[in-house]
């Protein structure tokens, strides 16, 4: 029977894949590259998706994602703010932009079953949906402090290409975290995060350790700019009283190159 329930019936749910056919029909008025490679994968909470009227959810959310067997280091786990790459299985993963994004009836839903083959899983699921949201609450740095480390870009991303997958997170903990004269100096703290189990291998270990100094000299190499310490540590040790202080550090290309594009507006 058509309607909703039908939907439910059908399995579908937050991270799912749309076959082929449907995402290909439901492309067409938005995208007009869209290719043998592109997927569209269902943003919408479960309970959206399944909901019982169509007055109250008339329509889901989607996001393009690109199939692709290059790995990039620098735009895994939620770092970049404008683009994301997901792991899709051996050797395969799925690249997507913010900004690729859109809506549709939710009733396309109705006559298939999502793509049985591929579709956003758990670890993956949850990046994904942080994703998205901090596109409306990440912090922004001082102004002042985003032009003096601009410089310290081709380093850090050079160390972000070699170790990136193992990294899970960049926080900073600036002072004064305001906008300061020319002649103030920006003190900071720097956090590398990794999973625990990535940490219990020694070896591993010293390598991010190593990364984490390299990220360290290249911001204090900085004009304006001192750190007066940095560290590595496991998801597990870094705490929520970590985060009262620290800000996560979201790793864009442009805006962290000054290249246009990647500006925000100044603090009133």
Known sequence: MA??????????????VLP?????????????????DDRAILLSQDCD?????YDVEPSVELIRAKVSAVKDAVVRYGRNPRKLQLESGPD???????????????SELETHP??????????SLHVLVEWVA???????????FNDRRAGATRKIEKE?????????????LI???EECADDEVYEVALRVTAAKTTLATKSIEAELARTTRQIADALGACDGIEVVDHAVVSEAAFTLDDLQYFQRWDWDYRSHSGEPGGGIAPSP
């Open 20 to 36: 082929t056919e449907i995402a290909e029909r439901v492309a067409a008025p938005r995208f007009v590259d869209w290719g043998a």
């Open 49 to 53: 998706v399944v909901h019982g009227s």
């Open 92 to 106: 395969a993963f799925l690249n997507l932009s913010v900004h690729d994004r859109w809506s549709v009836p939710r």
């Open 175 to 177: 002072s004064p975290n």
């Open 134 to 144: 901090k596109r409306y609450t990440r912090p922004a740095f001082p102004d002042a």
């Open 114 to 123: 999502p793509e049985p083959t591929l579709s956003v899983q758990a670890e």
């Open 160 to 172: 972000l290409k070699k170790n990136g997958t193992l990294i899970t997170g960049l926080f900073l």
């Open 3 to 16: 309607g909703p329930q039908s939907i439910k019936d059908r399995g579908w749910r937050q991270g799912s």
